[in-house]
């Protein structure tokens, strides 16, 4: 084994080349932050190829994450087992020739595939009584104190203790793809802020994103609105707001999204995947955290990330709960706009400095 260590985890055998599989969450921001993962098992074994298991939504991120290999793109219904896919992608597996598989949802059915494919190690947290589908069983998830924590141990060796720092999270975007895609939807290049609106969950939705945008505009910054087809009402109150000044870049190819959030100066977003992804792109991004608690969930990418989180004094916070049940959403409700902007332009001017 060789002594060289980076981040506090040591490199390993760098003869070993046999691939290794990651079955990861497929939320965007936890897919995201699975980059990590990747990361730790490249710095053990330098020459191991690294696969994704990826939805059809998440796979654009894969072409952006330095280190792996390929993204094994399936579409597993989430209300049932589905069998018949399963045998599918566990014959895809087994034709890959898989020496180890990461399984990090703690669920029965991430399971299935890996261990019909016959991949020799499986290794995951014991979860839904998986004896037989993880044979290389790992404990003491309870006393891992983040996510992060509790899915990159998984690519540590066992009783390792976790390093000092993670590494974290990285999306490679190459500058003439953001150029190409400033050029191709008409936005010149003056430098932008790019507005997250969305989120899973009500509650984690900062409410100011109008008055926000409109502060912006009046201060000769433009704006864009980013997300899904879900976003089309909240981007449409923004754009109203601004008088039409501001852009709707909302729609259903989550590449888009990934190439406004590179092209923007700054990137201000609530506790969503867009977040993770404009901070693993390295754009300077503003996170608004009010019932979640950003010790667990704020971007890894501290250089890159500021968190922001009302000022008054809450028992309440952080509550994780997907709606408000007391204190009338004040977690949310009482960070300023005019904040918000002050800092975003801060970040803004200091991007453009020599």
């Known amino acids: 084994m060789n002594s060289n260590s980076h981040n506090g985890i040591k490199m390993e055998d760098s003869a070993d080349t046999r691939p290794i599989l990651i079955v990861p969450y497929m939320w965007i921001g936890d897919f995201v932050r699975g980059h990590t993962v990747v990361r730790v098992l490249k710095e053990r074994w330098p020459n191991r190829p690294v ?36 045998r599918g992608l566990a014959h895809e597996l087994h034709a890959r020739n898989y020496g180890t598989a990461l399984v990090l949802p703690r669920t029965w059915k991430a399971a299935i595939a890996p261990a019909l494919a016959g991949i020799p190690e499986r290794v995951g947290f014991f979860g839904e009584a998986r004896v037989g589908l993880i044979n290389r069983m790992r404990w003491g998830e309870k006393t891992l104190p983040r996510f992060i924590d509790k899915n990159a141990a998984l690519a540590l060796p066992d009783g390792a203790p976790l390093p000092p720092e993670w590494p974290v999270p990285q999306l490679a975007v190459p500058p003439e793809q953001t150029a190409r895609w400033r050029q191709e939807n008409g936005l010149g290049t003056a430098p932008a802020v790019a507005l997250g609106p969305g989120s899973v969950g ?8 109008p008055q926000a945008a409109r502060l912006l505009i009046e201060r000769g910054i433009d704006v864009w609105v980013v997300g899904g087809p879900g976003e089309k009402t909240l981007a449409q109150e923004i754009i109203t707001a601004t008088g039409g000044k501001a852009r709707d870049l909302t729609g259903t190819d989550l590449r888009n999204g990934i190439l406004a ?12 995947g867009l977040m993770h992804i404009a901070a693993a792109i390295g754009t300077p991004t503003m996170g608004i955290f009010g019932p ?47 904040y918000v902007v002050d800092v975003a332009h801060r970040l803004l001017v200091a991007g453009r400095a020599p």
């Not at 009500?202 to 994103?209: E, Q, V």
């Not at 990330?305 to 997907?322: D, F, I, M, N, Y």
């Open 202 to 209: 009500a509650s984690k939705r900062w409410t100011y994103y």
């Open 51 to 86: 696969d994704l298991l990826v939805t059809p939504l998440c796979a654009p991120l894969v072409d952006y994450m330095p280190g792996v290999r390929a993204g094994i793109v399936f579409d597993l219904p989430r209300s049932r087992l589905a069998l018949t896919k399963q």
């Open 261 to 272: 959030m590179a092209a923007a100066g700054v990137a201000i977003s609530n506790d969503s």
């Open 292 to 338: 979640t608690s950003p010790y667990l969930w704020a971007p890894l990418n501290g250089l890159a990330a500021t968190v922001l989180q009302t000022k008054t004094e809450l028992s309440c916070q952080p509550c994780q709960r997907t709606t408000c049940t007391m204190n009338d959403h004040r977690c949310m409700r009482d960070i300023d706009p005019s």
